[in-house]
């Protein structure tokens, strides 16, 4: 049977954000103010299954789909957020699964870095796939998991603050956040990024899990 991992409706995709995972997605890409879905599950290969049953079942488009060696990553999205809606409760239903029974997620790291050096903002701008961090900005940095939710983390902080998304990784055994820009913008925005993770509902993760 599968286990629901990550079950997370955006109801509106930020624009950083949004143009964000338009580097990223491999799949239909989505722009700002669409409603996404983000679905994960193990085993990794029963994404395909929520996926054929998404798709099927209203008109979302996908914009990844990403197996991993424990966990499968779905996203959708849509200009309407009841087709969102539609297939998520599609994804359930086939599943036999509810909202509730996905784990809720928990935060491992949450890190603000003040007054950030000139070789460290070279060391991010090196490998991130969204805005560049200058030197003298704040960076921040959140690790949780399930990875799914680093979507919800990212996308509350841009509605809260003017913060740059630099990089998002919302698959894998942990996700991770990466926020830059001003210090009173980051201080807003990780607020709004820890509260988002907090309000998730869900049961405690499996030891080990």
């Given amino acids: 049977m599968s286990e629901l991992r990550c079950y997370i409706f955006l109801d509106s995709l930020q624009p950083k954000y949004a143009s964000f995972l338009g580097t990223v997605a491999q799949g239909f890409l989505p722009v700002p103010g669409q409603a996404a879905l983000f679905v994960e599950v193990a085993p990794g290969m029963d994404i395909m299954r929520v996926t054929d049953v998404a798709l099927k079942a209203t008109n979302v ?13 779905l996203e ?31 935060i491992f790291t949450s890190q603000v870095i003040r007054n950030i050096s000139d070789y460290h903002t070279q060391l991010i701008n090196r490998t991130r796939h969204g805005d560049m961090i200058l030197p003298g900005q704040s960076l921040y940095v959140m690790e949780c998991a399930p990875a799914g939710y680093a979507a919800i983390a990212a996308n509350e902080a841009e509605k809260a603050a003017n913060i740059n998304i630099l990089e998002v990784r919302a698959f894998g055994s942990f996700g991770r956040v990466y926020l830059g820009g001003e210090e009173r913008d980051i201080d807003v925005g990780y607020r709004a990024a820890e ?12 030891s080990g899990a």
């Fill in 76 to 106: 959708i999205h849509s200009d309407s957020q009841a087709d969102v809606r539609a297939a998520g409760r599609a994804i359930l239903d086939a599943l036999g699964l509810k909202e509730e029974e996905r784990i809720k997620p928990e």
């Fill in 195 to 206: 509260q988002a993770i907090a309000d998730v509902t869900g049961r405690p993760a499996r």
């Fill in 61 to 73: 488009r996908p914009g990844m789909m990403i197996i991993e060696r424990l966990y499968g990553m």
